[in-house]
Structure formats: structure tokens, C-alpha cells
């Protein structure tokens, strides 16, 4: 990894914390949906590093490249299920919560596919991308998915 500054070297304790959370919030779903929503969500945020290791972990898991290929046009792309296409518009609703709040269609097809507690997991699983988004963005971090598995396993 190298970075302008590097958050696990300057601040260990809570960063332990936060990739635990991390990998908490992330087994919480099934991992189709938590990759697509990784994903989209770091297109959204340009997050190159991030866009970068959920694609590889997501093919590592047995995600095809057409939907990789095509989760930017994910409204207009045949391949995603109405549970998925919920994951992505709830995604975009609240990582461009800054862009206005018409997020109700939204939290329609949220509720059609999603249990309330499947609500709250997949709330906190767009926090934590946003939030490593943010991270890596912020800090210029990039990762290779080898060193994001190991520092995932060290947490």
C-alpha cells in the first residue's frame, strides 16, 4: 500500500476496529449483493482502489464480467435481479444523498426485497463502502487485493 498517509500506521487501534466492522457488515448479506453494491458504489465515489479490489474479489467469488461490465447501466442491463436492482438504486440513493433527498422509489423497492433487519445490514454495508471510499480517496491509498485479504484477516 502506498499512500499520502496511511490510517492503519497513524491510527492502529481504530482502524482494527473499523476493518472489523468491515468484515462483519460485509458477510452479513449474500456476497453478490454486497460486491455489486462495493463496486457501484466506488464507481459513484471514483475510488479506483476500491473499484479495483471488489472487482477482483467479486470475480474471485464467481461474478461474471458481463455484470461487472455492466453495473454503471445496471437500470438498463437484463442481468440483475429485482433483490439486486434494489441493493443498487438504495446504493445511489444514499451515496449521492448530497445530490437531494428523492430517494423514494428507492426505499420502495427496498422494502419489497428486503426484511427490515436485511434493511439495516445493507444501510450499514453502503456506510462502510462510502466510508473506505472516503478513506482511500481522501489518503490516496491503493491496494491489491492480496493486501486488503490480509489486512482483512488481521482485523
Known sequence: MSAKLDPFAAAPSL???W???SVDVQSSLEWNVIELVKIRASQINGCAN????HTAEARAKGETEQRIYLLSAWREAPCYSDRERAALGWTEA???LSEGHTHESATEALKAQFTEEEQVKLT???NV???WNRLAVGFGLWAGPAVAKAAQAAA
Do not use: A, E, P, S
Open 50 to 53: 476500491c473499484i479495483n479490489m
Open 94 to 96: 444514499l451515496t449521492r
Open 129 to 131: 463502502i462510502n466510508g
Open 19 to 21: 476493518m472489523g466492522v
Open 15 to 17: 482502524m482494527k476496529k
Open 124 to 126: 450499514l454495508m453502503i
